[in-house]
């Protein structure tokens, strides 16, 4: 009995101060050239709240476009105002910097996060008004401090500042004097991944039109790691946004990979849900601030804004069969093995041809792929190019070579299979996963029987080992398979006695 996608979330949050703060392209900046004239030019290049609103790809990340009327819009897109521009949309919200500072402390258990007093005052209604952050939220953030006591945690105790329109509005305090795993840098990462993790579990409770308590399980697959000197990975950050998510019934645990990660963990969930383990399973993952203006060297030098500036995030829940949503196909699993090697060509054979292959199906069979959706009016002035473009020529270039498709199809691919990229570069949230919303419509319209989500990540930025790495499964039509309700002792003992009276009528009627 195969598991189904009952809703998805997706959360963007926008960090202007966070990029110049705690990306790791500007951190490294201020060490090796404090005076960089990329870091006088970097605040002029900042974009307001309503721009990003405005921004074509962010407003396809959270439901209110689709990345088909996105890939009509003329490039770079950046240049171009979209006409919607709403904070929320079908699949999600955008969350201003001000009210996010309130949900970091929210999720601070350690009195770590100190805010302004006067800052609190003044965000904390708009903060409360979010339709998805109910009173036990607003219940948890303090009322502040006055901001002489900010600016000495900063000064004199290694705290990592937070700012808000370029003032010291806040910090948040190391965990330990002398453990590097716990500095205030690090911290911060884990509560911003924590605090956008919980905004999207959150808001995929109210998009998947569940109960809190319906979810049993949690997996988190973001690329932070929370431990201290003695063990450092440990975990568990998908526990800790749990429980101020308000998922009492939830147990959960960490899975990492990289780029890869969302698609390992789904594949997990996938398989938990399908082994009666659990019956619901939510698969999150909130954003890093390492990867904000990650690239900001080559938009500042090309005269772009700063198009890093957000953080993103998502939840997908998975459910037991109920014969209407889509399904996650465990038949058809991508695998990129220890023996594959990293060239393109075998990458694309063991994740997309192979398990299709081994089902009977040709890529014909599979109406829309979604590999790394990067937005490319990010990636393209960095270098990188249009990175899900490349996927999709490899692809279709290598079923030429297998006689799957005429040569003569290869330039409509993309246009017709591929899936346009709109995602942040925010690391793992690109890796496939942005486009399941989409293509849990498009299959439940009718649009689409099928689409393959291919996540890949290199596993040699741990500095253990040069493997690249990737995993890829199949979103199916739901075959219209329902898991069978549990009959309860009232029930049983009810059919029972229907039994047992229809039995003694039909004696004597045998007797007459």
């Known amino acids: 009995m195969k598991c189904v996608i009952k809703g998805t979330g997706y959360v963007l949050v926008h960090t202007p101060d966070m990029v110049i703060e705690n990306g790791t392209t500007q951190t490294t900046e201020r060490v090796v050239n404090p005076d960089s004239e990329y870091l006088k030019e970097l605040p002029s290049h900042l974009r307001t709240f309503d721009q990003v609103l405005s921004y074509w790809p962010n407003q396809v990340y959270i439901g209110n476009k689709t990345p088909d009327e996105l890939r009509d819009v003329a490039e770079p897109w950046c240049n171009e105002t979209c006409d919607v521009a709403d904070r929320y949309g079908k699949f999600g919200q955008m969350m201003p910097e001000d009210e996010f500072y309130l949900l970091l402390q929210a999720c601070d258990v350690f009195d770590l996060v100190e805010l302004d007093a006067e800052f609190v005052a003044g965000a904390k209604e708009a903060f409360a008004a979010n339709k998805v952050i109910d009173e036990t939220i607003v219940a948890r953030v303090k009322d502040g401090v006055e901001a002489s006591v900010v600016a000495d945690l900063v000064e004199n105790e290694h705290a990592e500042p937070l700012s808000f329109d370029g003032k010291l509005i806040?910090?948040?305090?190391?965990?330990?004097?002398?453990?590097?795993?716990?500095?205030?840098?690090?911290?911060?990462?884990?509560?911003?991944?924590?605090?956008?993790?919980?905004?999207?579990?959150?808001?995929?409770?109210?998009?998947?039109?569940?109960?809190?308590?319906?979810?049993?399980?949690?997996?988190?697959?973001?690329?932070?790691?929370?431990?201290?000197?003695?063990?450092?990975?440990?975990?568990?950050?998908?526990?800790?946004?749990?429980?101020?998510?308000?998922?009492?019934?939830?147990?959960?645990?960490?899975?990492?990979?990289?780029?890869?990660?969302?698609?390992?963990?789904?594949?997990?969930?996938?398989?938990?849900?399908?082994?009666g383990a659990y019956k619901c399973v939510a698969v999150t993952a909130g954003g890093c601030t390492a990867k904000l203006g990650m690239n900001g060297k080559d938009h500042v030098k090309k005269g772009l804004p700063i198009l890093e500036d957000m953080l993103g995030g998502f939840a997908v829940v998975l459910t037991a069969n109920d014969g209407v949503n889509p399904e996650i196909n465990l038949d058809i699993i991508g695998r990129h093995s220890v023996g594959t090697g990293s060239a393109p060509q075998a990458v694309i054979q063991s994740l997309v041809y192979d398990p299709l292959e081994k089902n009977g199906l040709a890529i014909t069979d599979i109406d829309r792929f979604s590999p790394e959706m990067q937005n490319p009016d990010i990636t393209k002035p960095a270098g990188a190019g249009d990175v899900p473009a490349a996927n999709y020529k490899m692809i279709a270039a290598l079923g030429v070579k297998k006689g799957a498709i005429e040569k003569a199809d290869m330039a409509n691919f993309a246009k017709e299979r591929g899936i346009t990229g709109f995602a942040p570069t925010q690391g793992h949230i690109p890796s496939g996963v942005p486009s399941i919303g989409f293509i849990r419509d498009m299959i439940l319209d009718g649009d689409i029987q099928r689409a393959m989500i291919i996540g890949k990540g290199s596993l040699f930025l741990g500095r253990l080992t040069n493997l690249f790495d990737g995993t890829s499964f199949v979103i199916q039509k739901n075959s219209g398979e329902q898991e069978a309700t549990a009959v309860n002792e009232d029930e049983i003992r009810g059919m029972v006695a229907r039994a047992m009276r229809e039995f003694a009528q039909s004696m004597l009627a045998d007797a007459e």
């Open 170 to 275: 806040g910090c948040v305090k190391r965990a330990h004097d002398i453990d590097v795993n716990l500095n205030a840098h690090t911290m911060l990462e884990n509560l911003v991944a924590k605090a956008s993790s919980v905004l999207a579990l959150l808001t995929v409770v109210e998009t998947a039109g569940i109960e809190k308590a319906d979810i049993e399980y949690v997996i988190d697959c973001c690329e932070e790691a929370c431990g201290d000197m003695n063990q450092r990975g440990g975990g568990n950050f998908a526990k800790a946004a749990a429980e101020i998510a308000g998922l009492a019934s939830a147990s959960g645990s960490d899975s990492r990979g990289f780029c890869a990660g969302p698609s390992h963990a789904l594949i997990e969930a996938a398989a938990l849900v399908q082994s």
